[in-house]
């Protein structure tokens, strides 16, 4: 093992590298004033800056989390890495050689894991990046480039390569570096064979993939050759270094411009990103083969500092996926203090196929914001129902009311709620007005988890895109006789074990559908976890996910329990599969309707006769809503959720 590094040098790194360059380079900082610069935390979420840099001083301080220290402490952090590796990583940006109290210069295979892995990929990229460049072999990837209005110099802006089609050219290559094998195997670079470590990625274009800090984490290959039968695209699998749901293709070129202009485009593809950036906008960004989430948001907030006049724009395809795309990423929309917005392009082209037919300035255009990402959203879910019948606008309204309450802003609130509206052709813009406040009230009180009333306390429509409730109570053993918790088990043993059966639908009912306490908490512990969806996404991360997320030993005890026991098929039931799912999820959702009913209908009795005219008026219309979405339940079964 390598020994103590030097106290002088450690001292020397800490001079060499100012804490604001290094600070900036993971978020956008501003003056604070008397010599000091703020941003957004990195280390926990907040609305208002509270971190400030001391650039004199050398240190940070966050004065909502009481994190702080010195460039050495802030790159340990953000980064994971140790003390011997941060400052090992420091130097090597400053040119510094380190010196050791025991065993003098560190060789670099004593370097910390990360350090290690870093530079493996690295010396890959480069070594891509000349195959791509001068190899014989990489006429296939030139000319895809080519096709795509891509020549040399774009190639190599982005760093883009080319891996030969030899079972093992990198990993001999690197071997030679002095690189072990397990390096090798713990970087993604390389893969087990028969007979030991084989190049991960043959005969691909190879795309690096930088972390904020602009180091090579990762990579993107596309498949060339019609012999190769893995999948079109091929990412670099988690690694200690690698997180595809934490980083961004292109932040590293983009962080800048998006810090300096407030505003980020959002693409799907690492082609998009490149034919964005050679039409001059250089904000685009792109997730690196999964959904837009929750920790790609925190990168972009620290960017953009959410002030008012921030801009988020998805560019998607107009395809199925494409559409489903924005409203996955809608769900998240309201976690941005940014406006967010989202662009089709004509004929549904990606930027990359709009730049090569209508040219560099057709690009800069769909970048420009179109439709605020909530009006699309609405109009997606509207576009799925009859509104020339009662049922259809009701079970509209049903849907898009709660979307419309997790706007923040209540004065924009408001007006999105006159627009859903109209949108539905409801002449009582107040009932849905007040529909909606209501809601957002609901969830305010809630903690701001989510618009879910609960069904045996409060009128109102079935909950759908529910949040969760805090310390749902654990209640008495359950008795597995009461029909009503019979379904409701079956629906979670579904949710856990055939999620593809139950989403999306799954995902929009609420935690007080679920009226045992147990199986409630275990409906929470699936949202918290991502949902089915995330189930049917990645099954095999998900069960682990679902039980971390639930809160105690009980409710983990629970789902385990649910998630290996038998799902029980009634007479004459011949397997498990859509219309079995569909015929619990109508059961457990006609019942949290009827029991609705029953307490609108209470309230009806109590108003009457001494009631507010207006108070009666706008719960018999309630009333009128939830039996014409019974009504549908009961004649069109999961059709009509």
Not at 340 to 367: N, S
Not at 373 to 397: C, H, K, M, N, W
Not at 622 to 629: A, D, G, H, P, V
Request: hydrophobic residues 40%; charged residues 25%.
């Amino acid at each position: 093992m390598a020994g103590r590094i030097n106290d002088e040098d450690v001292k020397a790194v800490r001079d060499a590298v100012p804490i604001d360059a290094v600070v900036s380079e993971y978020l956008q900082l501003r003056n604070a004033g008397g010599g000091n610069l703020k941003g957004l935390c990195p280390f926990h979420d907040e609305k208002s800056p509270s971190f400030q840099v001391s650039p004199s001083k050398g240190f940070f301080h966050c004065f909502g989390c009481q994190e702080g220290g010195d460039t050495i402490t802030f790159v340990m952090k953000i980064d994971h890495l140790t003390f011997s590796e941060a400052v090992e990583r420091l130097a090597g940006q400053a040119g510094i050689t380190l010196r050791y109290e025991e065993g003098g210069y560190n060789p670099s295979h004593q370097r910390g894991e990360r350090i290690r892995l870093v530079e493996a990929h690295k010396i890959a990229a480069q070594w891509y990046a000349e195959q791509l460049a001068t190899g014989p072999e990489a006429d296939t990837g030139r000319a895809f480039l080519a096709d795509r209005g891509f020549d040399q110099a774009a190639a190599e802006h982005f760093g883009v390569g080319y891996s030969p089609q030899g079972w093992d050219h990198l990993t001999r290559y690197l071997r030679g570096k002095g690189f072990s094998d397990k390096e090798l195997l713990l970087s993604g670079l390389s893969q087990e064979g028969r007979r030991g470590p084989i190049d991960r990625f043959r005969g691909r274009l190879m795309w690096p993939i930088r972390d904020i800090g602009g180091d090579v984490v990762g990579f993107g290959a596309r498949k060339l050759y019609e012999a190769d039968n893995g999948p079109k695209y091929l990412n670099t699998p988690d690694t200690a270094i690698y997180k595809k749901s934490q980083v961004l293709y292109g932040i590293d070129l983009a962080k800048k411009d998006i810090a300096k202009a407030s505003r980020a485009v959002v693409v799907e593809g690492y082609t998009d990103v490149m034919a964005c950036h050679l039409a001059g906008v250089t904000t685009a960004i792109a997730t690196c083969g999964t959904a837009f989430g929750g920790d790609h948001i925190k990168i972009l907030r620290r960017l953009l500092m959410d002030n008012g006049s921030a801009r988020v724009i998805f560019t998607f395809d107009g395809d199925a996926a494409g559409q489903k795309a924005a409203l996955r990423a809608f769900e998240d929309d309201q976690k941005f203090a940014a406006e967010t917005y989202i662009a089709i392009a004509p004929d549904g082209m990606d930027p990359c196929d709009l730049r090569l037919a209508k040219g560099d300035d057709a690009v800069a255009d769909l970048a420009e914001p179109r439709t605020p990402l909530f009006e699309f959203a609405l109009r997606q879910i509207v576009s799925r129902y009859d509104l020339d019948t009662p049922a259809g606008r009701a079970s509209a309204l049903d849907e898009a009311a709660p979307v419309v309450a997790r706007i923040k802003n209540s004065g924009a609130q408001h007006e999105v709620a006159v627009q859903l509206a109209g949108m539905l052709g409801i002449l009582d813009t107040q009932f849905v007005v007040k529909r909606i406040a209501q809601l957002a009230r609901w969830a305010r009180d809630r903690g701001g988890k989510g618009p879910v009333p609960d069904p045996r306390q409060r009128g109102g429509a079935p909950q759908q895109h529910a949040g969760p409730a805090r310390n749902t109570p654990r209640g008495p053993a359950l008795n597995l006789r009461n029909p009503v918790f019979a379904t409701e088990r079956e629906l979670l043993k579904l949710a856990l074990q055939r999620p593809e059966l139950v989403s999306p639908a799954f995902d929009a009912y609420g935690v007080d559908e679920f009226t045992a306490p147990p199986y409630a908490a275990v409906r929470e512990a699936i949202m918290e976890a991502g949902g089915a969806e995330f189930g049917v996404q990645d099954p095999q991360d998900y069960l682990v996910r679902v039980r971390e997320a639930a809160p105690d030993d009980a409710v983990r005890a629970m789902v385990t329990e649910l998630a290996v026991e038998a799902i029980m098929l009634h007479r004459g039931v011949k397997g498990v599969d859509e219309i079995y799912a569909g015929a619990q999820l109508v059961t457990v959702r006609r019942r949290a309707v009827e029991r609705r009913i029953r307490d609108i209908t209470g309230r009806l009795t109590r108003l009457s006769g001494h009631g507010d005219p207006a108070e009666l008026a706008a719960v018999q219309n309630e009333l009128w809503i939830l039996q014409q979405y019974d009504q549908n339940l009961r004649e069109h079964g999961a059709a009509a959720l």
